[in-house]
């Protein structure tokens, strides 16, 4: 691994990095919503008729504001902050990345200031500190390349929810799996704190499926599979769920998603297993390119400077 | 309808109240979610509590600890569903005027509303901020060991909305009206 002569001091370095450049994303990223998002709430109020769902946008848009002049987390279930790394094996800080995760992890958590959420399954004990067990949560994938790309998801509660995975039987297949999906989201969908995003993924077994179902979560809103089979059931999936009526703060109205995302595996020929992964329209979602030098580019947030 | 209602609030007020219409609060309310909910059905209210005519907020909220006292931050709803389970020996033991959170609640809680004369609404989800800022004073905070999210905090609240009513006192359940399973699939 090639480290350049005046960063040699890699830890100096990773701490510069992860204490100042990412904590402070993460703190960003509590109070603003990406690009996308934001558009596509303000965008879906301008198209809204109910006049319960145009007070429950004007309440969201006042909300956004407000976060980004009081500098507050625009909502208090800040989550479990997750990780999602794509790293490039040539990226020089790799071996330290678990550390700046958590040590920016645990920045933010005092600056922002994020609200402790870890929970201790068995004894139902809040650590206090954002941290526990797996958490924050970290994702890997290593690729061929010198660059990383990071995606932060601060998975809040009530938005996940609806969430849910199951292996179906082959005959049972997509027709199944579409309605699972609707009637969850029609159940469930209403307390979630809806506009919602819906990630769902296919694959051979729960676990794929469940981490897919993820990945498509975070996906751009507004971008679309390659594959034109499952570009098709995202936009038959979108259609039905606004067609569910369920409306910002499920009072009712014009659109109910602010995307369904598809991402899939090859299944088994025994197995046809889905999951659902669902957002909420204050989704706090964030990505950052950093290059070899540690340049650091967002890709989400036009404001983070 | 549009109601301005302070709290304590009068069994005939919030028999007034009807599904659809929008409350802003002006005074006391407390915040309890699962945690809270179990320990006070066990232990009973804390010592010279008294919550009849009061209002319950489903809130797990952020505060910070300053010098000067606490400083709310963020004070968006919770999901109200998971209370259902709590709600109605909650409203029974306690005669609380108004409860509020975000999405529906089941059966059992709109039965006791319609028993005891109490009313759900539901502020709109993920404005935390907007919240907050209808609260004027962190008054206090019980069962801190709970941890933040899940202890009784009790805040002073000014024109805090807007507040649906989702069920009401009279049988009106505006999620259940919409959400009911129909032809819609």
Redesign the interface.
């Known amino acids: 691994m090639k480290v350049p002569e005046e960063r040699n001091n890699v830890n100096d370095t990773a701490g510069k990095f992860g204490e100042l450049e990412l904590a402070r994303f993460v703190c960003h990223l509590a109070s603003h919503l990406p690009d996308d998002v934001e558009e596509r709430v303000r965008a879906m109020a301008k198209k809204e008729t109910n006049e319960?769902a145009l007070?429950?946008y004007g309440?969201?848009i006042?909300?956004m504001e407000?976060?980004d002049s009081?500098k507050?987390?625009?909502?208090?279930?800040?989550g479990i902050p997750c990780f999602y790394v794509k790293a490039g094996s040539d990226w020089p800080l790799l071996g330290s990345l678990d550390e700046i995760i958590k040590s920016a992890a645990a920045k933010a958590f005092r600056d922002a200031?994020?609200?402790?959420?870890a929970?201790d399954p068995f004894t139902?004990?809040?650590s206090?500190n954002n941290e526990g067990p797996r958490t924050p949560y970290i994702d890997w994938e290593i690729v061929p390349g010198d660059e990383l790309e990071m995606t932060v998801y601060l998975s809040g509660?009530?938005c996940s929810?609806p969430g849910f995975a199951v292996v179906l039987t082959p005959g049972e297949g997509i027709e199944k799996a579409k309605?699972l999906i609707?009637?969850r989201l029609?159940?469930?969908g209403?307390?979630?704190?809806p506009p919602l995003i819906a990630g769902v993924g296919i694959g051979s077994s729960a676990d794929i499926a469940g981490k897919l179902s993820k990945k498509a979560l975070l996906r751009p809103v507004g971008s679309v599979n390659e594959c034109e089979n499952a570009a098709a059931l995202e936009r038959e999936l979108f259609k039905?769920a606004n067609?569910?009526?369920?409306g910002?703060?499920?009072?009712?109205g014009v659109e109910s998603v602010l995307a369904v995302n598809v991402e899939f595996a090859a299944r088994h020929p025994a197995t046809f297993a889905v999951a659902l992964s669902t957002g909420?329209?204050?989704t706090r979602r964030g990505t950052l390119k950093v290059d070899w030098d540690l340049n650091v580019t967002c890709l989400s947030h036009r404001d983070f400077r | 309808m549009e109601y301005h209602l302070k709290t304590p609030m009068t069994n005939d007020t919030v028999r007034k109240l009807r599904a659809g219409d929008i409350v802003y609060i002006t005074g006391r309310m407390i915040t309890l979610r699962d945690e809270g909910h179990a320990r006070f059905l066990e232990e009973g209210a804390p010592e010279g509590l008294d919550l009849k005519g009061a209002v319950l907020y489903h809130c797990g909220p952020i505060v910070a600890k300053k010098e000067s006292g606490f400083e709310l931050v963020s004070a968006g709803p919770t999901t109200s569903m998971r209370l259902e389970k709590y709600e109605a020996d909650f409203i029974e033991k306690t005669g609380i005027s108004l409860i509020v959170g975000k999405g529906g609640m089941g059966d059992k809680t709109e039965a006791a509303c319609r028993e005891y004369g109490s009313v759900h609404g539901i502020f709109p989800g993920g404005c935390a901020v907007a919240a907050a800022t209808h609260i004027t004073k962190v008054a206090g905070v019980i069962w801190e060991d709970l941890g933040m999210p899940e202890a009784m905090w009790i805040f002073d609240a000014e024109e805090f909305g807007p507040v649906t009513v989702n069920i009401d006192a009279a049988g009106g359940n505006l999620m259940k009206r919409r959400h009911s399973k129909g032809d819609v699939l």
């Open positions: 319960a007070k429950t309440c969201m006042e909300n407000l976060a009081l507050r987390p625009l909502c208090q279930d800040t200031p994020l609200r402790p959420n929970v139902g004990k809040n206090g509660g009530g929810l309605k609707l009637d029609l159940e469930r209403v307390n979630a704190c039905k067609d569910l009526g369920i910002p703060g499920g009072l009712g909420c329209w204050a």
